[in-house]
Structure formats: structure tokens, C-alpha cells
């Protein structure tokens, strides 16, 4: 079964997000905090990472950042997801490693499309 963290504080987002990767039969692990999200990539490799950009603490810029220099992590796509959407939020995500961008809210087949893009 494929894992995807979901690491976002907005519960609605979640909850759509969710539902999206559920149907596919995804397991989905949620974290609240870029400081949660480290502690669960501490020990565990989910296939894919959704993250929100405005998170409590730590930044999901940082949080991308982090993700992309540890040896254990840096092959896993991330995915950023939110409502920043300006060329500039765009280019920093990506610049930060990002995978891809989607802004928020996340259109089913455009997240379908990015997801089957990135975890064959």
C-alpha cells in the first residue's frame, strides 16, 4: 500500500486531500506542523509528501528545504500545496526542492495528474 504524508494545519484541506488518495487506497499519515512532519520522516519513508506552505513554527519553504538536503529523504517527492499563488511563491517552492506546485484549492484531476506523475 502506498503512504503519503499530508502535512497540513487548515482541517478542511486535509480532509480533501485525504479523500482524494484515499479513494485510490493511499494510506494517509497527517502531520499539523513541519516539526511533526520531520519527526514521523525521522522513521518512516511515505512515497510522497503533501505540504502546506503557512504552517505553525516552521515554514513549509523550510520544512521542503529540510526534507530535500537529508540523505534519507531527499529522493522522496514533495508536493507544495497552497494558497499562495504568485510566480514568486511558485519559484521559491521549487527553488526549495519542491517536486511540483499546486495551488490551492487543489483541483482532483489536476492533484490525479501530479500524482500519478511523480509515484509510478
Not at 497540513?8 to 497527517?30: A, K, N, P, R
Not at 511533526?36 to 505540504?51: E, G, K, M, R, S
Request: negative net charge.
Amino acid at each position: 500500500m502506498s503512504t503519503a504524508l499530508i502535512v497540513e494545519d487548515v482541517q478542511t484541506d486535509l480532509m480533501i486531500l485525504t479523500s482524494y488518495l484515499e479513494t485510490l487506497g493511499w494510506l494517509v499519515i497527517s502531520a499539523n506542523s513541519g516539526e511533526d512532519a520531520l519527526t514521523y520522516l525521522n522513521t518512516h519513508q511515505p512515497d510522497i509528501v503533501f505540504l502546506d506552505i503557512v504552517l505553525p513554527g516552521r515554514s513549509g519553504f523550510e520544512i521542503c528545504r529540510t526534507i530535500k538536503t537529508q540523505t534519507d529523504t531527499k529522493k522522496i517527492p514533495v508536493v507544495m500545496c497552497s494558497t499562495k499563488n504568485t510566480d514568486m511563491d511558485r519559484f521559491w517552492g521549487l527553488k526549495q526542492g519542491a517536486d511540483f506546485y499546486l495551488a490551492k484549492p487543489v483541483e482532483r484531476h489536476k492533484f490525479l495528474e501530479v500524482l500519478e506523475k511523480l509515484v509510478r
